[in-house]
């Protein structure tokens, strides 16, 4: 990466953790390819619930990622984790502050999710599914607020020169974009 700028920050707190879960032990529907014979046979791979946490202050304002070995996560997982965190923390994370990502692996379990389209291939909502995962993440999330701890986060721009060649040119063109690919990326390291 062709450097652009560099920023560092100062006096913030960060805290991170990489939690591995069974959330998929013996037989089940995978989230996958639609297929209904796609299932699983014990663990090939541990799921991950990653949560990484930057906060001003110990009580401060702050944002939480979470990153989740599953297809997607959903507004009804959403909710269900908040609703569990204000519990315990108040308000101190909300629908603001948290955001939840799914890796989009088609090796996750099915039946999670509150919308029929992505139920069918599980036969319905699994409710041992559905809280395994809001407990997963749950558990993530105070195990990163637990352990903020004072650092810095680096963040670079720069431009990656030599890659996308299998985008074709014609269809990243557009009347914003009239050279083409963007090369323009971002990177954040602590």
Not at 5 to 11: A, C, D, K, L
Not at 134 to 163: C, M, R, W, Y
Request: charged share 20%; with cysteine; proline share 2%.
């Amino acid at each position: 990466m062709r450097p652009r700028e560099t920023w560092r920050t100062r006096g913030l707190r960060r805290g991170g953790v990489f939690k591995g879960e069974d959330r998929m032990l013996g037989r089940g529907n995978m989230m996958g390819y639609g297929n209904i014979d796609q299932n699983t046979a014990g663990i090939h791979f541990r799921l991950r619930t990653r949560t990484f946490i930057i906060a001003e202050s110990s009580q401060g304002a702050r944002f939480a990622f979470v990153n989740l070995d599953e297809g997607m996560a959903s507004q009804l997982v959403t909710i269900k984790v908040l609703e569990r965190l204000k519990i315990r923390f108040g308000d101190l994370y909300t629908q603001e502050n948290l955001a939840i990502s799914g890796t989009h692996t088609h090796a996750g379990p099915a039946g999670y999710l509150q919308y029929v389209v992505y139920s069918v291939i599980s036969l319905g909502f699994i409710n041992q599914t559905f809280d395994t995962t809001v407990t997963a993440i749950e558990e993530s999330i105070i195990q990163a607020h637990n352990n903020l701890k004072p650092g810095s986060i680096f963040l670079n721009t720069g431009d990656v020169v030599n890659a996308g060649i299998n985008r074709v040119r014609v269809h990243t063109c557009s009347t914003h974009q009239k050279k083409g690919l963007d090369t323009l990326a971002t990177s954040i390291r602590r």
